[in-house]
């Protein structure tokens, strides 16, 4: 009985074709600030001068960049030699220390610097974390995290980006952040709220160690943001990463800007704690082989919950490209206040990101999406088709401006050989709908049978390019970066889906001799 129940489960789809592209969705289109944080910023920073302001704003800005200048200065072989063989590099990497690597070389912010943080940077670092956490929250829909580290912490930007996609879940979390202004302006903006979790602050790692013993000191979800690159020493990122990976029970987090340098070093950091964890775990099977005793355990080893559909080697690497993702947000009041914009989309800002997260574990073994399902053939889908229904919203936008979609329309194509061809027509989620239907949601699996859509689709006509990253194995420990092109005669229903995909949401694939094109 127990073996049919699993042939069963083997066989039966996972998606129905009305849902997978509610389970690819990942991306946001504009992401609007709530209301309580805009007002907590808005009472933080009331009664600055306004020309005071935005010439802070300019030297923060100016700060930024002078950061990135002394990331580019590192030498290429130190990065080179770091991927090629880490356990090298680790055997002459240093503790990393508050005083050399983190207060002394990243920025240290003064009252007037931490204002203009807030004011001027905030709204987007937490538009952009809002993004990656809900996707870790879409991608893994039973972790909720009770216990949280927050490296880094600045003015809280992960605090309230938690609340927001798991609210009520954070029981305790403890926040590292040396900028005494910043952890004042981080309380200062929370001390209005109602049911927070313990929140407790500390000024390093070191500190953190010394007041919670040993059994304590493992978090559920640990997130660094738009803080390693404000260590310029490529050896002290790598140790800081291993604290944090020490100090992770389950997910780990990382964020950098999305530049080629921010991109590089979340690249090296995916790297490294994989390397790391695959290491480890053969020493484990090793173990285990010798003592004839089963030591490994649900914790060994790692994979990439997200971006990555897969634990290989970046395929942009040695390319011109870098992965990145962007998240478009409404400008707040300060920001249209105090940051210099012209043209139409001044009300807006793009949040260009990188990131990784990475968690425990050993990658589910999931079926791919469009493996034994069943799907309507084009003359079936003619003779079903009802005309209204074919109708087109014309107010689809992509998400950097309008485009005009031409009609949609089936053409006859009698030996279309293509078993994929399926109805996405009314698959779009509903805007209006409540709490209990989102969470009953399709949600794509952490199998290797999701690509990631990696820059905006181009649209030409009937006509989609999508670049895609995505796994060539059912382990997922191998990927590659395809061009994947559709048209609206050859496979009218992916180009239906394709259209109404954006930078960054999840593309399925097909195993077996389909696993490429499978269009």
């Known amino acids: 009985m127990v073996k049919m129940a699993s042939l069963i489960s083997e066989t039966v789809p996972k998606f129905t074709a009305e849902t997978l592209k509610l389970a690819a969705k990942q991306s946001e289109r504009c992401h609007i600030v709530p209301a309580r944080l805009r007002d907590a910023i808005d009472k933080y920073i009331k009664e600055q001068d306004v020309m005071h302001m935005r010439r802070k704003v300019l030297s923060l800005s100016q700060s930024f960049n002078g950061i990135k200048e002394v990331n580019l200065l590192l030498p290429t072989s130190t990065s080179k030699e770091l991927v090629e063989d880490p356990l090298k590099s680790m055997e002459r990497t240093q503790r990393w220390k508050l005083k050399t690597a983190y207060g002394d070389i990243g920025l240290k912010y003064q009252e007037d610097q931490t204002v203009a943080y807030v004011a001027a940077r905030m709204p987007a670092v937490y538009s952009a974390l809002h993004r990656v956490l809900g996707e870790v929250r879409r991608r893994v829909p039973d972790f909720t995290p009770a216990k949280v580290l927050d490296f880094g912490a600045g003015t809280g930007s992960a605090l309230w980006a938690m609340m927001e996609v798991w609210p009520g879940s954070v029981e305790r979390i403890n926040l590292i952040e040396p900028s005494q202004s910043m952890q004042r302006a981080g309380q200062s903006l929370i001390k209005d709220l109602k049911k927070l979790p313990l929140i407790h602050s500390y000024d390093s790692i070191q500190s953190l160690s010394k007041k919670i013993n040993k059994s304590g000191r493992r978090h559920d979800l640990v997130i660094a943001s738009y803080v390693l690159g404000e260590i310029p020493s490529l050896k002290d990122r790598i140790t800081l990463v291993r604290q944090l990976w020490d100090l992770t029970d389950d997910i780990l987090v990382l964020v950098e800007p999305g530049t080629p340098q921010g991109s590089n070093i979340i690249s090296q950091m995916r790297s490294h704690i994989l390397w790391m964890e695959k290491r480890r775990t053969r020493k484990l099977q090793n173990a285990a082989s010798k003592s004839s005793k089963n030591v490994m355990t649900l914790k060994t080893g790692a994979f990439v919950v997200a971006p990555c559909p897969h634990d290989g080697p970046c395929p942009l690497q040695n390319t011109d490209k870098y992965c990145h993702f962007v998240q478009r947000l409404e400008r707040t009041p300060s920001q249209r206040a105090y940051k210099r914009s012209k043209g139409p ?143 609206q005669r050859n496979s009218p229903a992916l180009h239906h889906q394709a259209r109404r995909s954006m930078w960054g949401d999840l593309w399925p694939l097909r195993s077996g001799k389909h696993s490429k094109f499978f269009m």
């Not at 949040?351 to 990475?358: D, I, Q, S």
């Not at 905006?456 to 994947?484: H, Q």
């Open 345 to 487: 989309l001044r009300g807006f800002e793009d949040e260009k990101f990188c990131y990784v997260a990475l968690r425990r574990g050993m990658r589910p073994r999931e079926s791919w999406p469009l493996d034994g399902m069943t799907f309507e053939t084009l003359k079936q889908m003619q003779a079903n088709r009802v005309p209204e229904n074919l109708d087109i919203d014309e107010d689809e936008e992509s998400q950097f401006g309008a485009e005009e979609v031409p009609d949609y329309h089936y053409e006859e194509q009698e030996d279309l050989d293509s078993a994929a061809e399926y109805d996405l027509e009314n698959s779009e989620p509903d805007a209006t709908a409540s709490d209990d239907e989102k969470e009953t949601e399709p949600r794509a699996d952490l199998g290797s049978g999701w690509g990631r859509i990696i820059y905006m689709p181009f649209r030409r006509g009937k006509r989609v390019e999508l670049d895609v990253c995505r796994a060539t194995n059912a382990e997922g420990t191998e990927g590659s970066f395809d061009r994947i092109v559709l048209t």
